[in-house]
Structures are given as structure tokens and as C-alpha cells.
């Protein structure tokens, strides 16, 4: 409460219950009341001190019965984004509470608990200089206006956005500068699309769709080996956004919301819900709609034809349908 009147925040913890998902992703199975600090496990116990982080003293709480404890009005977010090492890699967010003990009666300690920070998945190491492997274009002798399978018409192909490369550079600069603000790589996290630097004239767009100010584009980084996805929409310049560095086969497949075209394949269908649609294909990447905004994920069936209309790639996949 901020005043007789002015309830600032509440909440109810099971005493004998944990939560489904740790945020701080600690294996230990506890209580929420004990997870969140407000009750300790153990009895008799008679004070209790709590180590905050970025505090050189611990902080002495109000004990009430049934190991119950406070430090009152709380001045600090529940979690804290950890400073960055040397190298400017951070790591997940961290509780504030870093850690709490518990004495009895005489002074002797009954209870410890201390945050320790999970262990992160070490990725493999893929080398800096791993360029995008990217398969020559095929121009199509025979365009499908068809289902082969089916002999529906297909539904319209997704459109080139009018939008000049200069111009789709300049609207995606918007989320890559929070791209930026929101620090470096993780520690365990690879580097390569924070290397890549700033967007600027050097990346290339290498696909772009949309019509009037709603746009998505790829874009790739000056040193072949980051793929830019931007996606941008309303007068107050919404977006999506994500980079993503090239695996270490040099391909990326099919995603979500992109995907490079298949070895041999000129065109590709993409059976959404509301039917087949051939993808727009260009540079080596192909796209099926304005993808992001509010994703509907299905997972659906992505066909690929050869110049002769021949198919040569079936598989389904995850994607934004919407």
C-alpha cells in the first residue's frame, strides 16, 4: 500500500506449491511463498538477513510468526538486467534478492539460500567469416497459375513492396537501434549478429513485400552472414524484428516468417489456411505474406517446382500464417 487508500501491488503465494515456471530458471522445487521471498522453510527461526544486489550490507527483515518475514515498502524491481562483462555480454535477468538468511534465538544459522545463476547452453562455435550459401536463382519456363495437385487457381503471389531499398533501410532503422539499446550478446550467445553492426547502405535488401507503408524485408549484412528480418506496419511504425546468423552448413532453411529457397526449386507454393499461395522468390529467399504483426502459427505444407514445373520439394513447417 502507498497510502490508507492507495493500493500499490498484491499478490497470493501457495505455501505448499511451486510455480510452474521459475523466471530465474532455479531447478529447486519450492513453495512460491518461499520462492518469492516472503516466508522462509524452516522453523525458529529469529532473524533474518537478505543480501540485495548492488548493496554491500544485507539488509535486516521484520520477522512475523510461521517464518514469515519483510523489508517493507520495496524500492527495487524484482529482477535486474546483471552488468555486462568486459567483453559487453550480459546474461539473463537476475533476482534482486541474491540472499537470504536465517537465524535462530542463540545466533546460529538455520537457513541459507543464495542465488546461483543457470547454466546456459553452450552453442557451437560457428566461424565468423561463414558466409550464407545462397543457391543461383532459376528462372521458371513454365510460371504456375495453378495447384498442380489440385488444379485450383492459386491465390495472389505476395507483392514487391514500391518502397526504394534506401527507403526500406531507413523504416527498419526503428527496431534495430532497440535491437542495439538492449546491450550485447548473452554470455554463451552467439556474437555474430551484434558483429554485424548497425544497419547501414552496405546491407543489402535482398526481398521485399508489402504495399503502401506496410512492409516486411530481408536484409543481409555487409559480411554475408546475417539475415535481417523487418517488419514494419501503421502510421506509428509498429514492428517486428530479428537477426539471425547463418548456421555453420551455410543455409538456413525455412522459418516462421522467411525462408531460403530449397536447392533446385524456381518456385514454391505455400498451402496456407486460406489456400495455396505462390511465395514471392527473390535473391535465394522467398516469403508468403506480410509475415509478423500478430502471428497465427500453423504448420502447413510448403511445396517447391522446378523451372519445368516439375516438384522436387515437399515438406510442412511451422509459419505465420497470419
Known sequence: MEGADKPKTNGRYSTTQGFAKDPSG???????????????????????????????????????????????????????????????RTRPPEPTVQ?????DADGRRIYEWKYQPPE????????????????????PEVVLTKDPAT??????????????DDAIRTRCKKPDEAYFKNGGPQVGQDSRTYDA??????????????????????????????????HMYTKADSYDYARAAV????????????GQVPDGVAQVI?????????????????????????????????RGFNAQGKQVYDAKHDVDAS
Open 120 to 139: 546456459l547452453p553452450k552453442q557451437k562455435s560457428v566461424p565468423a567469416d561463414r558466409k550464407i550459401d545462397v543457391p543461383e536463382p532459376i528462372t
Open 26 to 88: 532455479a531447478a529447486e522445487k519450492q513453495p512460491q511463498s518461499v520462492a518469492s521471498n516472503v516466508q522462509l522453510p524452516v522453523s525458529g527461526v529469529a532473524r533474518i538477513l537478505v543480501d540485495l544486489a548492488g548493496e554491500q550490507s544485507p539488509r535486516q527483515a521484520l520477522v512475523g510468526t510461521g517464518g514469515f518475514f519483510s523489508l517493507g515498502y520495496p524500492n527495487w524491481a524484482e529482477y535486474r538486467l546483471p552488468t555486462p562483462d568486459a567483453k559487453g
Open 151 to 164: 488444379g485450383r487457381a492459386l491465390l495472389p503471389k505476395p507483392p514487391v513492396s514500391p518502397l526504394s
Open 247 to 258: 548456421p555453420a552448413n551455410g543455409k538456413f532453411g525455412i522459418g516462421m516468417e522467411w
Open 270 to 302: 505455400v498451402d496456407l489456411p486460406t489456400g495455396p499461395v505462390p511465395a514471392l522468390v527473390s535473391n535465394g529467399y522467398f516469403i508468403w505474406g506480410l509475415t509478423g504483426g500478430n502471428s497465427d502459427i500453423k504448420n502447413v505444407r510448403i
Open 99 to 103: 540472499r537470504v538468511r536465517g537465524y
Open 197 to 230: 553492426g548497425k544497419i547501414s547502405a552496405d546491407w543489402k535488401v535482398v526481398l521485399k513485400t508489402g504495399t503502401g507503408i506496410d512492409l516486411t524485408a530481408l536484409l543481409v549484412s555487409p559480411g554475408d552472414n546475417v539475415v535481417m528480418w523487418c
